[in-house]
């Protein structure tokens, strides 16, 4: 046996480069796998902000692009016996001023708001939006007594 074999790092000087290659190669393991998972997260998000952009625009068109857009107004039910209550509900969007024929009372813009009625005959209720540019628009709903 060669007088090198009884050091004590003989054996490390030895398998050394064979370690070295180890590591680096675990290393470039690591790295791979963490750029790999990195370009995945970004893609995903990318993607993800993506949808909220989609959905901000479906959102903005929903309630009228920024201009005036009754967005529902209906009777809840809208078919009800002599002497009944029914609700009455609209929307509007980008309205100032809201007012209701024949009148119900006062009301005021609202994304979604019901009233309570108690109509003593058949009727349409017509629910006018104005907003502050001159612009209106209208709809009307019926309630049925039967």
Known sequence: MPQDSREPFYIIRKLLPYTTVAAVLALLYVGWVFYGRSTQNHELQREADQKDIDQARKTYELYGSGQLKILQFYAVPAVVHPGATTQLCY???????V????????????????LQIKPSHSITYTLTASDDQGHSTSQSTDVVIR
Not at 99 to 114: A, D, T
Request: hydrophobic content about 25%; some cysteine.
């Open 91 to 97: 929307g509007v969007s980008n309205a100032t001023t």
């Open 99 to 114: 007012k209701m024929e024949p009148g119900v009372g006062e009301i005021k813009p609202s994304l979604n708001h019901c």
